[in-house]
């Protein structure tokens, strides 16, 4: 069965981080992109984030980049989320998905299989 699960989710005070982590069971995650996403209450759900099956190549929505970076460690079958200088805004129900492809990454692709998500607050 293929699972994903997030977990490193959390309150933290404005220009504080956090690393959310998105761990795979049931398939390996080398042949998959993995894309993080995040809806906050009453809004719809945006992608944050994706890197490619091999790591090689990534995009980030513009309201986090220079501030989040993603990785992987497909050895580990993990990919993780940098999260620094948060901003209140930032606050949401955080989602990792994965979709089978090779070559690179979209945020705006239909992602196959999603976790339940963790939560990040960003709040003093």
């Known amino acids: 069965q293929l699972q994903l699960v997030e977990s490193g989710g959390g309150l933290v005070q404005p220009g504080g981080s956090l690393r959310l982590s998105c761990a795979a069971s049931?398939?390996?995650?080398?042949?998959?992109?993995i894309g993080w996403f995040r809806q906050a209450p009453g809004k719809e759900r945006e992608g944050v984030s994706c890197?490619?099956?091999?790591?090689?190549?990534?995009n980030y929505a513009d309201s986090v980049k220079g501030r989040f970076t993603i990785s992987r460690d497909n050895a580990k079958n993990t990919v993780y989320l940098q999260m620094n200088s948060l901003k209140p805004e930032d606050t949401a129900v955080y989602y990792c998905?994965?979709?089978?492809?090779?070559?690179?990454?979209?945020?705006?692709?239909?992602?196959?299989?999603w976790g339940q998500g963790t939560q990040v607050t960003v709040s003093s």
């Open positions: 890197t490619s099956s091999s790591g090689g190549s990534a």
């Open positions: 049931g398939f390996t995650l080398d042949a998959y992109a």
């Open positions: 998905a994965a979709i089978k492809a090779v070559g690179g990454c979209w945020i705006e692709w239909v992602y196959d299989y």
